[in-house]
């Protein structure tokens, strides 16, 4: 990896896992659809004048894809992490149940974009879950949270696995990434506050609390997270930016002691290594399948 991708590589690790602490901090003081419906909002001025001062123009067809994209990567995605952490699941816990998604794209990869799944990822699949349910036993003997919240962050990851496969196999054309940035913000402000509209949750908490994790989610989680989320996708591959995705637990656990003083449990510390040996497992070679072969579709550099 170049000195500059490894600068983009950092840069979202840590964005991305800021991105957790942002929705927690809004969510302590008001509803996660009002948060979401205004940290969109707020994004959707400089969409707007991004786009009008680019006179940006694309078909109809590229224009559908990126809705279905943003649906998935942004409304899908948040809404299952912002509904978790007001439903009281700890962000640490979140993001490590929402850091699975690299297993979960090999899967896909595999069914999805012909892409062969081995034995030792299967295994590693395996593992990778059974170390997340030990830290989610962990978390519900400390917590409050329901456990079907946990359920949440998991559909929250499938959502963005779905997108990624999307964009890679449609490759849409016609917008350049900070043009397709803007259009899928703008597509999620929209959704976003139709949905808080229609639930009565538009009006945002005067909370400074709630302030500050708007802006901390339209920094951190928006323009850095999903922005360099998108920049690794498109110079470094899928593969490499789901990866990376496994450096965001541990990082936003830190982020959560620093700023909350949370703490850990022997048995959550435990099943955070256990699922660290389900990753060595799914990213190692192991014995590759002869009798097909693999079709490099998300190792484009």
């Not at 899908?76 to 794209?105: D, E, N, T, W």
């Not at 699949?125 to 003997?141: E, I, M, N, P, T």
């Not at 909370?207 to 500050?212: E, I, K, L, V, Y």
């Not at 593969?239 to 703490?263: K, N, Q, R």
Request: glycine residues 10%; proline residues 5%; positive net charge.
């Amino acid at each position: 990896m170049r000195p500059l991708d490894r600068l983009f590589a950092a840069g979202f690790v840590v964005a991305w896992s800021a991105g957790f602490i942002g929705i927690e901090l809004g969510t302590r003081h008001g509803s996660a659809l009002s948060l979401l419906a205004w940290r969109f909002l707020v994004l959707a001025v400089p969409s707007v004048l991004w786009l009008v001062w680019r006179r940006v123009r694309c078909d109809r067809r590229v224009l559908g894809t990126h809705f279905v994209i943003a649906a998935l990567a942004q409304v899908g995605y948040l809404s299952g992490i912002a509904f978790a952490a007001q439903l009281g699941v700890a962000p640490g816990i979140v993001s490590l149940i929402a850091g699975l998604q690299p297993i979960v794209m090999a899967v896909a990869a595999s069914l999805l974009l012909a892409e062969p799944t081995r034995r030792v990822q299967v295994v590693g699949l395996a593992v990778g879950f059974a170390g997340v349910a030990l830290v989610v036993s962990a978390d519900r003997v400390a917590g409050d949270a329901p456990l079907w919240a946990f359920l949440l962050p998991v559909g929250a990851l499938l959502s963005l696995v779905s997108a990624t496969v999307i964009e890679r196999r449609v490759r849409p054309e016609g917008l350049g990434p900070i043009d397709a940035l803007a259009v899928q913000f703008l597509f999620s402000a929209f959704a976003f506050t139709l949905m808080a509209a229609i639930s009565g949750e538009l009006a945002p908490s005067p909370a400074a609390g709630f302030w500050m994790g708007v802006m901390w989610t339209v920094v951190f989680a928006g323009i850095g997270g999903y922005g360099l989320y998108w920049v690794v996708v498109r110079r470094s591959g899928a593969t490499t930016a789901s990866s990376l995705l496994y450096l965001t637990p541990p990082t936003t656990l830190l982020w959560a002691w620093l700023m909350f003083g949370d703490e850990l449990s022997f048995r959550a510390w435990l099943g955070l290594a256990v699922t660290a040996l389900g990753v060595l497992l799914a990213l190692s070679r192991g014995r590759r399948p002869v009798e097909t072969e693999p079709v490099p579709v998300l190792s484009r550099s």
